[in-house]
C-alpha cells in the first residue's frame, strides 16, 4: 500500500475499542476488515456482509483521487496548483463538496474555522512548507490580509476564484473526516449495512456490530495519561452519525507561573497560535466532514466560545475535555453525547 502524503495537522486522539469485541467463531458473524496506510495515517474499514466483498482497489481508488484533489503536500495536486496561482484549474466535485461543507462552517464559527489559513499554518511549520525561522508581529500582519474564506469563491465552472493570488488553501483540517464519508458511501453503493470506518481517528458507523449484536464502540483517550499507557477517559456507542476529536492530549504546555495546561491552536481572527483550555472536543455530527470541521472550529474557539456557537446550531453533540483555572481537568458533555456514553 503507497505511503500518502499527510492531510492533518491536527494531533489524532481518537482510540478505537472497536477490536475487543470482534471474536469470530464457526458459525457466528465475521466482520471483513481492511486496513492500511493512506493520507499521512492509517485507516481501518470493518463491515459485514453476507458475501466476501474485495474492495481494497475501491479504496485506493479514493485516496488517490482525493490526494490529487486536496492534498497539500504533493505539489501536482490540483490545491497545490491553485495555491500556486493556476488559475485555470478545474476542481472536482470532491473539492466543490469540501469547499461548500467549509464554507458552512466558516459563517457557523464566525470566522473561527478557516481554510485560508494555511500560510499561517506553514510559517508556524506545521504544514507541508518550511518554518519561518522568526516570526514576528509584522510577518504575522502581513499574511493575515491573506485569511478569510469571504476572499475566496468558485466560479460556475468550478476555477477557484481568489481575491489575492497568495492566498494559501488548506483543507488538512476537513479532508479526513470527507474522506471517511467518500467510503461510506461506497460501501452504501455495495450495499453493506453494518460498518465502521476509520481513518486518523475520524470515523463514522453505520448499523451495528453484528457480533455484539450492539452499536460499535469506540472511545477517547484520557488526556493525563502517560505515553508508554494508554488510558480511555470514556467509550461510547457510535451508530449512523460521524465523530471526530480534535486538540493535543500529550502536547499541551503548562504554564511556569500558574501550572495551568493549555494547547497551542492558530486563531484565524489573529493570526496568533494562542492558548487554549480547551483540550480536546469531541463532535458528533450527521457526518463525518461536518463532525472533522467543527472539532477543529471548536479548538478555535476556545471553552465559552465553543458553547455559545453549540446554542446556535444543530445537529451535534460534543465532549470537551478542558482545564480549569487550577489545572483540574474537567468534562463538558451535550445530553445527546451523553445519551450513548457506557455508563
Known amino acids: 500500500m ?3 502524503k499527510r492531510f492533518n495537522l491536527k494531533a489524532l486522539l481518537l482510540t478505537l475499542v472497536i477490536g475487543l469485541t470482534l471474536y469470530s467463531c464457526s458459525k457466528g458473524p465475521e466482520a471483513q476488515v481492511f486496513a492500511g496506510e ?13 458475501t466476501e466483498l474485495p474492495i481494497q482497489k475501491g479504496l485506493d481508488s479514493i485516496f488517490e483521487v482525493i490526494n490529487k484533489s486536496m492534498s497539500t503536500y504533493l505539489p501536482d495536486s490540483d490545491i497545490s496548483k491553485i495555491n500556486k496561482g493556476d488559475t485555470s484549474i478545474v476542481v472536482d466535485q470532491n473539492f466543490r463538496q469540501v469547499f461548500n461543507y467549509s464554507g458552512k462552517i466558516f459563517y457557523e464559527s464566525r470566522g473561527f474555522f478557516d481554510p485560508t489559513v494555511g500560510n499561517l499554518v506553514n510559517a508556524y511549520g506545521f504544514g507541508p512548507e518550511r518554518k ?11 499574511m493575515l490580509q491573506y485569511v478569510g474564506l469571504t476572499k475566496v469563491r468558485l466560479s460556475r465552472d468550478g476555477r477557484v476564484l481568489k481575491e489575492h493570488p497568495e492566498i494559501y488553501l488548506d483543507y488538512n483540517a476537513i479532508a479526513k473526516g470527507f474522506t471517511v464519508d467518500v467510503i461510506a458511501e461506497y460501501l452504501n453503493s455495495k450495499n453493506v449495512s453494518n460498518y465502521l470506518v476509520e481513518l486518523g481517528g475520524e470515523l463514522v458507523a453505520k448499523g451495528i456490530n453484528e457480533v455484539s449484536e450492539e452499536p460499535w464502540v469506540v472511545g477517547i483517550d484520557d488526556p493525563l495519561q502517560k505515553d508508554e ?10 451508530k449512523d452519525r460521524g465523530m471526530a ?4 492530549y500529550r502536547k ?10 493549555y494547547v497551542h491552536t492558530i486563531n484565524p481572527k489573529t493570526g496568533r497560535s494562542e492558548k487554549s483550555n480547551l483540550l480536546s472536543a469531541s463532535v458528533l455530527a450527521n457526518n463525518c466532514t461536518l463532525a472533522d470541521g467543527y472539532a477543529t472550529a471548536f479548538m478555535a474557539l476556545g471553552l465559552e466560545r465553543s458553547k455559545e ?3 446556535r446550531i444543530k445537529g451535534v453533540d460534543v465532549y470537551f475535555i478542558y482545564a480549569e483555572e487550577d489545572g483540574d481537568i474537567k ?7 451523553e445519551d450513548v456514553l457506557r455508563k
Open 331 to 337: 468534562v463538558f458533555s451535550t445530553p445527546g453525547f
Open 309 to 311: 456557537m453549540l446554542s
Open 245 to 248: 476529536t480534535s486538540g493535543n
Open 229 to 238: 499507557k494508554r488510558e480511555l477517559k470514556a467509550t461510547l456507542y457510535l
Open 252 to 261: 499541551f504546555r503548562l504554564d511556569s507561573i500558574t501550572g495551568q495546561r
Open 132 to 142: 519561518k525561522d522568526s516570526l514576528n508581529s509584522t510577518q504575522i500582519d502581513s
Open 38 to 50: 493512506a493520507l499521512g495515517t492509517t485507516y481501518q474499514v470493518k463491515f459485514f456482509h453476507e
Open 2 to 4: 503507497k505511503d500518502y
